[in-house]
């Protein structure tokens, strides 16, 4: 599949994700991942497009660890960047805001997934400092809460 699919632009990612999920139609899983790691290693691709990637592994692929490296690596990357943005600003050599704007939309979706994920593997110890972050960053989450407590409470 990689030889057939080796265009980098934007548009042909939704053309390989496609083909992508036909693999996995066919039960061609080596395929699929192969695509998946294709689009993944991709520099450059929109956050929440990596958050549905690894939803994929996770979901498709029944590859939890794949899926919970790619949101953590996600999450970290966004703690570092923001972290930046907070000293530096903006700027041609630091950030642009329109990257910034596209992490800061895919940082809910990247910590929604990895609670479910860690919910669903039961690694409550992690969905809980994930949640708890949160908490501490919205505190007005009513939701978040009630996930957390849940999660304290051993669901």
């Excluded at 899926?67 to 907070?86: G, N, P, S, Y």
């Excluded at 000293?87 to 609670?115: C, D, H």
């Excluded at 593997?121 to 809980?128: I, M, V």
């Amino acid at each position: 599949p990689r030889s057939t699919l080796s265009s980098s632009s934007a548009a042909s990612d939704v053309y390989k994700r496609q083909v992508a999920r036909i693999y996995g139609d066919l039960g061609e899983a080596k395929s699929m991942k192969q695509i998946m790691q294709t689009l993944l290693d991709r520099e450059g691709g929109k956050p929440l497009n990596r958050v549905d990637y690894a939803n994929t592994f996770y979901r498709e692929l029944n590859d939890g660890d794949r899926a919970i490296e790619i949101l953590e690596k996600m999450r970290t990357d966004f703690l570092q960047m923001e972290a930046m943005v907070k000293v530096q600003g903006f700027s041609r050599k630091t950030m642009n805001r329109g990257k910034w704007n596209r992490w800061e939309k895919a940082y809910p979706e990247i910590n929604s997934s990895l609670v479910y994920i860690y919910r669903e593997t039961n690694k409550l110890d992690e969905a809980e400092i994930i949640l708890s972050d949160w908490v501490n960053r919205n505190p007005t989450d009513d939701n978040a809460k009630k996930i957390l407590d849940e999660v304290r409470s051993g669901g």
